[in-house]
Structures are given as structure tokens and as C-alpha cells.
């Protein structure tokens, strides 16, 4: 009997410990800015998934924009605004994709809270803005540091 229950405990901690460890943190991305409309990108090695929201920035004013995303690790939600945004004209992002894909193995596009994976090999990413003028995509990079950084640089061009 107490053998059963040591048991029972036993598989009731290791469950506990693998819910714990398998909760994905979010945190809100450090970004250190370079120039205009040039930053470097970080999050704690903890965090799982780093937000970068444009809205009410610098940044938000920039046609082309350049991210270095320091040890891109797990992944970067980026909440893209332009000049176009606030006067409510529809856009599209040309992002290089190149030096994406060199570090991050999926390109997702969220939009109405869902996922939809955009990840092609072609030199550039294109995506067009949404109803409410704006681009979310999330960059999934790998699970340990394979690399020192990547670059995310996109041009914004009016529809």
C-alpha cells in the first residue's frame, strides 16, 4: 500500500515539474535602439517567446527597418506599425528573407489570434497589412543558441 502511494506522489511531482517547465513565458522584448530606425532586439534566456510592439515608437515612423535579434533563441513577436498605420491606408512589408532564414526555421503570421505559417524560401517575404493597418509575425528560432544574432530588415511600400 504505501508503496501505491509513494508511487502516485512520485508521477503526481514528475507531472507537476513537466507542466511547470513546458509553461511558455512571455516577456516584452528589450530593444536597444542603433539609429533611427535601427535597434538590437534581447530577451532574457528564460523568456520563451519576446514581444516587440512598435505601436506609439520611434519606429513606428520608419519605411525600412532593421532588427539585429541578439541570440535569437525560442521566439520574437513582432507588432509591425508604419506611417500607414496611423493614416489608415493598407501597406505591404518586404522582408529579407533570406537573412531570416538563416537563423529561424518558421515565419508565422498571426492574425485573428491564429497562426498561420508564412515560411518560404524566396529571397522575400511579402506580407500586407490587415484591417487594422498592422503586420504580427512571429519568428521561431531554435531552442539552444546556434548563433551570435540575425538580422530582420524589411522595407515598408504603400498598397
Known sequence: MLSTLSSI????LVSVVIVENSVIKSCKAQVDKLDTCMSVVQFPSDCNSGIVNLTDTDYEKCITMSFFWSYPLHN???????????QHQPYAIHLDNEQVMSAVSHVYRIFNNQEIDVTTKDKTLIQYSDSNYEIILKFQGPDRVHRYGVNIDYKVLPM
Do not use: A, C, G, Y
Open 9 to 12: 506522489v512520485l508521477l503526481l
Open 76 to 86: 520574437l513577436t513582432l507588432i509591425i506599425k508604419t506611417p500607414f498605420t496611423q
